[in-house]
Structure formats: structure tokens, C-alpha cells
């Protein structure tokens, strides 16, 4: 039954940025993966054996600042966005924000097949990746209507202007900047597949002016879980989310989900 099926936790990260406009990172998945193949999502996934290592205490920023259960989906957000998009979001001892290497490139598709420890490859750059550079912005929590579930963490931060998004070509095949309006007007006119989700949190920042202004409104939000309710209505099954989530009044069709 889809109520059995497992939850999965997960981490997602919205990457900002105000140059040339205020654009987020999207990555487009390969055809060949399982869960939403082919869509224009922002970069993430499970969280994994790693991120919970304890060690992470002495090679990542904020450790103090958040909950022991926290922490693991802050290091599978920064971890997923090196994997996906080839950015380390870390500073080195001087509190320089690395932007990049050869010996980081070479690494990443060690770590993204679990052939490397994700740590490992922080000790040998010497930094530390930055848990507190990441601000909350959603939680959503998949609805039992698949065959995969997860309770995915969102988390908003800016890049810097340095860092460079390039594709893995293994979960991703593409990787680009765009404005949210941009993607959702994409999204609309069929050039783009993007996925309940994805399309919800990008009508959020849609509503933003600027890098800092999105994190600023994801700081001051009260996080509301969000789990998706089927709800019957005569026209046909609709999608419903808790209106106090900060996306407003949302019934979805059932056949445009795409989840």
C-alpha cells in the first residue's frame, strides 16, 4: 500500500544569485533517472551514511548553531549542491569562500557514487563547509501517492560570484540560472517539465526582488511542513497544501501534479 511506503529524508538547495538578475540554479535531471527524469529541478537528494558522521564537528561552520538533526540535511544540501552542480560551498582558515579547484573537480565523481567520502574530500581542501550560509525555506513531505516518498528540506543561499554551476552529466545533463518567472513561464508554454513542487517554490521566489531579499522573507517565514492533501471536488481530485504554508489558496488538479 502507498501508506507503507518508506519516507525518505532529503535536502534541497535554492542557490541565488543578483547578476546579471535575480536568478536561482535549476539543473535538469537525466531521462534515465527514476525520479522525476527530464525536469528542471534545483539541485538535492537523500541524505546518506555520511552526513551524519560526527567527525563533520570539526570540518564544517555553524556545527553548534543547529540540532543534531539538522545538521545531516544541511551536509546532504551542501554535499548534493557540489555533486549536482560542482559548487563547495565552504570557506578556507581565513574565511575566504573557496571557489573552486582542480583537485574538487577531479573529486566529484568519486564522491557522487559513493566511491569518496564526502568529508574526505574537505579534509584534503583544507576548508570547512558553511552549514550556517544555508536559511530555511520550505519543507515539503511527499504525499502517499507514489512509489517514492521523501521529507525534503529546502534551503536558500546566495552563490558567489566566482563560483561556477557545471552539470555532473550523470543525475543532471544540464545546468542553468534563470529568473522564476522565467521558469514558470516556461513551465507554462510546455518548454520546461517542472514538478508540483518545484513550481510552488518558485512562484515563492518568484515574489522576491533580489538574492538578499529572498533570503531575508525565507528568514522571517514560519516553516509549515507542507504534506500535500487529495481532496474531491466535483470538477474531479484536486492537490491542496496548508494555506498558512505561505503559498496562498493552491488546489492542483490531480492530473497536472506530475509528483
Request: net charge negative.
Amino acid at each position: 500500500m502507498a501508506d507503507e511506503v518508506p519516507i525518505r529524508p532529503a535536502a534541497t538547495v535554492l542557490l541565488v544569485r543578483d547578476d546579471p538578475e535575480f536568478q536561482v540554479l535549476m539543473v535538469k535531471r537525466h531521462h534515465q533517472i527514476d525520479f522525476a527524469s527530464g525536469a528542471l529541478v534545483f539541485p538535492g537528494g537523500k541524505t546518506a551514511t555520511g552526513d551524519h558522521d560526527e567527525t563533520w564537528a570539526h570540518h564544517a561552520i555553524g556545527w553548534h548553531e543547529f540540532s543534531p538533526d539538522q545538521r545531516p540535511f544541511r551536509i546532504a544540501a551542501l554535499r548534493e549542491i557540489y555533486e549536482e552542480a560542482g559548487i563547495l560551498i565552504a570557506k578556507d582558515a581565513g574565511g575566504v569562500t573557496f571557489c573552486g579547484d582542480e583537485r574538487a573537480h577531479v573529486a566529484r565523481d568519486s564522491v557522487a557514487k559513493d566511491e569518496r567520502p564526502f568529508i574526505d574530500l574537505v579534509r584534503e581542501l583544507d576548508v570547512k563547509i558553511d552549514l550556517s550560509a544555508l536559511t530555511v525555506f520550505a519543507r515539503w513531505i511527499t504525499p502517499p501517492l507514489t512509489a517514492k516518498r521523501f521529507d525534503t528540506w529546502f534551503y536558500v543561499t546566495r552563490a558567489d560570484s566566482e563560483q561556477l554551476a557545471i552539470c555532473d552529466g550523470w543525475e543532471t545533463v544540464d545546468a542553468e540560472w534563470i529568473a522564476p518567472a522565467e521558469a514558470l513561464r516556461l513551465a507554462a508554454a510546455k518548454e520546461r517539465t517542472i514538478i508540483f513542487p518545484t513550481r510552488m517554490n518558485l512562484q515563492l521566489l518568484a515574489e522576491a526582488t533580489s538574492a538578499d531579499d529572498v533570503i531575508a522573507r525565507a528568514g522571517a517565514r514560519t516553516l509549515v511542513p507542507v504534506l500535500p492533501q487529495v481532496v474531491r471536488r466535483e470538477s474531479g481530485n484536486v492537490l491542496t497544501i496548508p494555506p498558512d504554508a505561505g503559498y496562498g489558496a493552491v488546489e492542483e488538479p490531480l492530473e497536472r501534479v506530475g509528483i
